[in-house]
């Protein structure tokens, strides 16, 4: 059974940072580009980051170029996104998936909240 888990989440105040993770299992997703999404409360999920096998090809959003980091060890299986300047906006659930997504693997994802 194919799973992504994410942790790392939590509450964190206004330019604050926050390291969240994905940890996948039942299959390898070393050939897949994998990307971070989120959805805030009332909107539709987006992804925010995504890196290719290389690692040479990563893409963000542009609401998140410049602080946040998207990373990836496939010998480990593990997907990770390095969050700094955390703003307000920044509050969503996290998750991680390929891209493009597969409805099958979505997982439980990991509460952000940047409040003061």
């Known amino acids: 059974q194919v799973q992504l888990v994410e942790s790392g989440g939590g509450l964190v105040q206004p330019g604050g940072s926050l390291r969240l993770s994905c940890a996948a299992s039942?299959?390898?997703?070393?050939?897949?580009?994998m990307g971070w999404y989120r959805q805030a409360p009332g909107k539709e999920r987006e992804r925010v980051a995504s890196?290719?096998?290389?690692?040479?090809?990563?893409v963000y959003a542009d609401s998140v170029k410049g602080r946040f980091t998207i990373s990836r060890d496939s010998a480990q299986n593990m997907l990770s996104l390095q969050m700094n300047t955390l703003k307000p906006e920044d509050t969503a659930i996290y998750y991680c998936?390929?891209?493009?997504?597969?409805?099958?693997?979505w997982g439980q994802g990991t509460q952000v909240t940047v409040s003061s």
């Open positions: 998936n390929p891209v493009p997504a597969r409805n099958a693997y």
């Open positions: 039942g299959r390898s997703f070393s050939t897949y580009i």
């Open positions: 890196i290719d096998w290389t690692k040479r090809d990563i």
